[in-house]
């Protein structure tokens, strides 16, 4: 299995699995025309769409592929994504014969309520979920739900790939840094990114370990992260922490 990542509008990555015979499947096309150059470009066929959440830089090419291609569309249950084949939660399986895959599931909501992620074939399709260094903004849930939605991909296997919407690593970094100074896996990894950009690449995907070392809003119980809460008066509850992180992050400017 191959993995694509193909930039969009501003900042986003429309993900594009595909195997040797051509076979592809697109995780959350919010631009169809990007998918179409792909798929002719590299003459594969379209077999299926996972989508992870309503915001329409994730949706709003989904309709357009699925009448195109008559392909199934899988999506989270909520009244605000149009155009689902498949409605899935918590626990669903969703499989493709060709290509051959099969993701499990999981809810992982905060960034929205509905908010699902896909694991399978050693990939985390988080969307806006998790981000490298960092993790989406709460425009619905609240700091306990994300914090445990976060908690649940920390516990994948470590080699998982994460493969995030959007291209924010430099910023994240930028932020983490203010966390933990001391932290060389961040060191280290924001160097890389620098490198990646500065050549045209994507910082995605990235292992979890990688993400686990470095990632403040991962390491809410490390104790550099826990002196910076301490500094700003924020008490020992892990909620909290993640709260104070995510509240900082939300005005944060380099």
């Not at 499990?104 to 979920?129: F, K, N, Q, R, W």
């Not at 939605?149 to 291209?167: I, M, W």
């Not at 910076?228 to 005005?251: E, H, Q, T």
């Amino acid at each position: 299995m191959h993995l694509l990542p193909l930039p969009a509008l501003t900042d986003n990555y429309i993900w594009l699995l595909h195997d040797d015979e051509g076979q592809a499947v697109v995780v959350d096309p919010g631009d169809a025309a990007v998918v179409e150059q792909a798929l002719a470009q590299h003459r594969w066929r379209l077999r299926g769409v996972l989508l992870t959440h309503h915001h329409n830089d994730h949706i709003g090419g989904a309709a357009a592929l699925r009448q195109r291609h008559d392909v199934p569309v899988y999506g989270p249950r909520d009244s605000r994504i149009e155009g689902l084949t498949h409605a899935v939660g918590d626990g669903d399986t969703v499989e493709f014969s060709a290509p051959d895959l099969v993701f499990e599931v999981l809810s992982i909501p905060g960034h929205t309520l509905t908010h699902v992620g896909y694991v399978g074939a050693g990939l985390l399709l988080c969307g806006d979920t998790l981000f490298s260094l960092g993790c989406g903004r709460l425009f619905e849930g609240t700091p306990t739900q994300m914090l445990a939605s976060l908690d649940r991909l920390a516990a994948l296997p470590g080699s998982t790939q994460v493969c995030a919407g959007h291209e924010y690593t430099h910023g994240n970094g930028l932020f983490a840094d203010t966390v933990e100074p001391g932290n060389s896996a961040l060191r280290e990894r924001r160097h890389e990114v620098a490198q990646l950009r500065a050549d045209g690449q994507a910082s995605l995907p990235v292992t979890l370990a990688t993400e686990l070392a470095t990632n403040p809003f991962l390491r809410v119980d490390a104790d550099a992260v826990i002196d910076w809460c301490a500094a700003r008066g924020v008490d020992g509850n892990r909620v909290s922490r993640f709260a104070a992180l995510r509240a900082a992050k939300d005005v944060f400017r380099a």
